[in-house]
């Protein structure tokens, strides 16, 4: 089993990994997520199987515990000093329980970060995609626009057809008049 510092520095590895290829190139990112979330899962695992045995280790040595103090505090006179080191002993046991809690509590932590890291890159394919968006319809708007102006010459030539069409008229009557 790698240790939790070896652990973190693979997904940090391959987290950066991920973001340096995602900012360089653009690319399918479906075997890079996989690889985090691999190395986060043998973290995981490792972490639990870790606690794991930390507390099957240390169920047997406090119910002996227990029992011994029972029947030094019967059977003895030194009981209590007895009693006191076993209490040490329970302590310090309770201290090592307490570092892997801090411990667990710090690989929620480093989930959140990795979580947030997600999400913004999701943000940042959102914004990206809503970028392709707004050049189509500025492309639309100036179809439209091209469109429009189109309409307009067309409406133009019209005006002007009429126009040379009646001096045509007018030209005509001019010379049957004359």
């Not at 009981?79 to 667990?104: I, T």
């Amino acid at each position: 089993m790698l240790s939790f510092p070896e652990h973190f520095n693979a997904v940090l590895q391959i987290t950066f990994l991920a973001h340096v290829l995602f900012l360089d190139v653009l690319v399918d990112d479906g075997a890079l997520d996989f690889l985090v979330l691999d190395e986060i899962v043998k973290l995981l695992v490792d972490r639990l199987l870790q606690l794991l045995v930390v507390v099957s280790v240390l169920h047997d040595p406090v119910d002996c515990v227990l029992l011994l103090v029972n029947l030094i505090v019967v059977f003895s006179d030194d009981g209590s000093e007895f009693g006191n080191l076993l209490g040490h002993r329970l302590l310090l046991d309770a201290e090592v329980v307490n570092l892997e809690a801090r411990l667990s509590i710090r690989l929620v932590e480093v989930f959140e970060i990795v979580v947030e890291g997600v999400r913004l890159r999701a943000e940042l394919e959102d914004l990206l995609l809503l970028g392709c968006d707004g050049a189509v319809e500025v492309l639309d708007l100036v179809v439209e626009d091209e469109l429009e102006l189109l309409e307009l010459l067309g409406l133009l030539f019209q005006a002007v057809d009429f126009l040379l069409a009646s001096a045509d008229k007018l030209i005509t009557l001019a010379n049957l008049c004359i």
